[in-house]
């Protein structure tokens, strides 16, 4: 098999010509150039005395019909050149190598723009002094404030700016002016050397995108991941499209939706509506037809099942009680159809059953792009035809069986199923604990049934089993009182004194007469099995198709 890169030495001056010229640019999805002085010094310095600085990794392509990204200057060009250059026909694309190579730009061509952590463009100079006493370290290397005209040839010899290397001539001649015998010998060399410092350069040849997205990512210096949401708002720039502008829209339009979404989410709804899988490398070749017609169709499926989970499936703050947030990308999928082709109760009610298995089953807790698509074509056939169950039905019915077992153990706020009763609780009502009314869901917390300052050191007094929606008034009164048989006391003179309606208030929590009995004597073991019998009991309710 033909090896699919080469490589190539190529002076380091050449490259930074290059960016001048806008025929060496950077892809639009790497990051902006982030070395300060610091950085800077450390590279002419490298250099200088002939160091390695790593290999560049590069794409060479024949303008813009045949890049596979939107790309951008080097930062500086345009300062330096005061307009942008002409395009070129051949480009020449840095996967590996922006901060360097720009770097080396900045040294040569001063553009006016400030380096990390300074408030003034900066210009370096090589001390000849240090030089002629053979100390090319980092203090040979100089930094001061840009002058003012960077045209001017310096009548100052201790000295030397890097601007002018850039034309080795007439530096030779600078040098001729102002050193004799072996200072003058010694600078010209120095200089030569600089002129003539080539770095290993890799092209990339007959590589697809997602070949070259999954290189450069390797190969990535800056430690940085970039998002797919990035890379696929790089390669559909060209057609027009400016990913960033729509998210920005979506962001400022829509702020409760957009601030509980990744931006990919987004794009996984686009890909499944487009009857494709939702991963990676399905998003990265998203195609640009008809993409804001999709992207318009993807958030207003997001706003249905946003909508759905927050006022129906008792997300009542969707990033501490979701179960799994990537479970609103089939829901929206699904939902969009569903009233698209005006379905009726059934369908909804087909949802609804995927939604609580797919919670007490686990389903979304692993990688999930594949079952996304699963799932949400799974529906589709099920809104058709009441025989095309889906299989994830079979499966889950064995793990739901297992919370026999499991429930007790449930105590991280983050598990999903933990997450999942909570929400659950929520659709019965949760009803103020102390006076029977509505409950402000959006102000309420999950506490302990039998406060922890008594039962601490009861295995399971931080199980869900024995945790509820409270409100901050009632939460209070739990506490204070310490025991259940005392609050209970409180409870029932909020309700009038009348037993029928505490129990009926209680009931919104999933805590039924023999949980009442048990917290009007204090047996917490008691109550922990008469409130797992209760929500096993709503969960087979829920997840069960008959």
């Known amino acids: 098999m033909p090896r699919s890169w080469k490589n190539y030495p190529e002076k380091l001056i050449d490259l930074a010509e290059g960016a001048y010229k806008g025929k060496v640019v950077v892809p639009d999805f790497q990051r902006s150039f982030k070395w300060g002085v610091k950085g800077v010094q450390e590279l002419l310095v490298s250099v200088l005395q002939d160091y390695f600085i790593g290999t560049f990794l590069v794409l060479e392509t024949r303008g813009d019909k045949s890049c596979p990204f939107a790309y951008e200057l080097v930062e500086g060009v345009e300062e330096a050149r005061g307009e942008k250059p002409e395009k070129s026909s051949d480009i020449k694309l840095v996967l590996d190598g922006q901060q360097r190579i720009t770097s080396m730009f900045y040294a040569l061509f001063t553009p006016r723009v400030n380096l990390k952590g300074t408030a003034y463009p900066q210009e370096f100079y090589v001390d000849t002094q240090k030089v002629l006493k053979g100390e090319i370290d980092a203090d040979a290397v100089v930094c001061k404030l840009m002058a003012e005209d960077t045209s001017e040839i310096p009548t100052d010899s201790s000295f030397m700016p890097f601007r002018m290397l850039r034309d080795y001539t007439s530096c030779l001649d600078w040098i001729y002016e102002h050193f004799k015998g072996e200072e003058r010998k010694t600078l010209q060399n120095v200089v030569k050397r600089f002129h003539d410092y080539e770095v290993s350069v890799i092209y990339l040849e007959g590589k697809k995108d997602e070949d070259i997205v999954e290189i450069f990512e390797r190969v990535n210096r800056t430690g940085i991941r970039l998002s797919t949401f990035d890379l696929v708002t790089a390669r559909l720039y060209k057609h027009g499209l400016r990913l960033r502008t729509m998210w920005k829209e979506f962001r400022r339009d829509r702020t409760a939706l957009a601030r509980n979404l990744e931006s990919e989410d987004i794009l996984r709804l686009i890909s499944i509506l487009r009857k494709k899988e939702c991963k990676r490398k399905h998003l990265l070749e998203l195609k640009a037809a008809s993409f804001k017609e999709d992207w318009a169709t993807a958030i207003k499926g ?245």
């Open 302 to 546: 997001l706003e249905y099942a946003f909508s759905r989970a927050t006022e129906v499936y008792g997300v009542i703050d969707y990033r501490k009680f979701m179960p799994y947030r990537s479970m609103l990308i089939p829901l929206g999928a699904s939902l969009f159809f569903v009233k698209q082709g005006l379905l009726g109760k059934d369908a909804y009610d087909k949802l609804d059953k995927w939604f609580w298995a797919s919670i007490f089953s686990e389903r979304y807790g692993a990688t999930v792009d594949t079952m996304i698509y699963q799932d949400y074509n799974s529906l589709l056939q099920w809104f058709s035809s009441k025989d095309k169950t889906p299989k994830l039905f079979e499966t889950s019915k064995t793990q739901i069986s297992e919370l026999e077992k499991v429930v007790y153990d449930l105590k991280s706020r983050g598990a999903a199923q933990y997450r999942g009763i909570a929400c659950m609780i929520a659709t019965k009502g949760a009803l103020d604990f102390h006076t029977g009314e509505e409950a402000k869901l959006s102000t309420i917390t999950i506490d302990h049934v039998f406060p922890k300052s008594k039962f601490g050191d009861q295995k399971y007094v931080h199980s869900i089993l024995n945790k509820t929606l409270l409100s901050k008034e009632t939460n209070e009164i739990i506490k204070r009182a310490k025991k259940p048989s005392v609050y209970v006391k409180e409870l029932l003179s909020g309700h009038d004194n009348d037993e029928k309606r505490l129990l009926k208030t209680l009931s919104t929590h999933l805590i039924d007469r023999k949980c009442y009995d048990a917290m009007n004597n204090d047996r917490f073991d008691d109550f922990i099995e008469s409130r797992k019998d209760a929500i096993l009991k709503e969960i087979y309710r829920r997840t069960a198709l008959s």
